[in-house]
C-alpha cells in the first residue's frame, strides 16, 4: 500500500523560470550589424512617350472646414428666408438656409464701403442671447 500511496502523492517537477538574459557583449554585436544602403538610381528623365501616356491629374480642390454656429435672429427676417426658399424653388432652384445666408455674405462682400455701411445701417441692432419664453 505503500508503494500505491507513493505514486499518487509523487511530487510534480517544479519548471524553473528562465533567468538567461544576453550578455552585452551579444547586445551590443546584434546592435552594431552593418546596415546594408539601398543602392541609389540614377534619376532618369521621363521620356516624351511617357509623358504623353500619362493622363494630367485635375486639382483637388480642399474641404472646405465647415463650423456650426447659432444666432439670434428675429422672426420677420427668419420667414424672410421661408420666402425666399419657396422664390428659388419657383425659379428651379433648391435652396437650403445656410446656402441664402452664404448668398446673402457674397452679396454684401460685393459691395462698396459705401453702400456696405448703408445695409449695415439698414439692420437695427437686436439683444444677443436666447429669447425669453412666452
Excluded at 500619362?54 to 465647415?66: E, F, I, Q, T
Excluded at 428659388?88 to 462698396?112: C, D, F, H, P, Q
Aim: aromatic share 2%.
Amino acid at each position: 500500500m505503500k508503494a500505491a500511496s507513493a505514486k499518487t502523492q509523487r511530487a510534480q517537477p517544479v519548471a524553473k523560470k528562465a533567468t538567461t538574459k544576453p550578455t552585452v557583449k551579444a547586445t551590443v554585436a546584434k546592435a552594431v550589424k552593418p546596415v546594408a544602403e539601398p543602392a541609389a538610381k540614377p534619376a532618369s528623365k521621363p521620356t516624351l512617350k511617357k509623358q504623353a501616356a500619362a493622363p494630367a491629374k485635375p486639382l483637388k480642390d480642399k474641404k472646405v472646414k465647415v463650423v456650426r454656429d447659432s444666432f439670434t435672429i428675429p422672426k420677420t427676417e427668419l420667414l424672410q428666408i421661408g420666402e425666399m426658399k419657396k422664390r428659388a424653388l419657383t425659379l428651379g432652384v433648391g435652396v437650403k438656409k445656410s446656402e441664402l445666408i452664404r448668398a446673402g455674405l457674397s452679396a454684401l462682400a460685393g459691395m462698396t464701403d459705401a453702400s456696405f455701411k448703408k445695409a449695415l445701417a439698414s439692420i437695427p441692432t437686436i439683444k444677443t442671447g436666447r429669447p425669453a419664453k412666452d
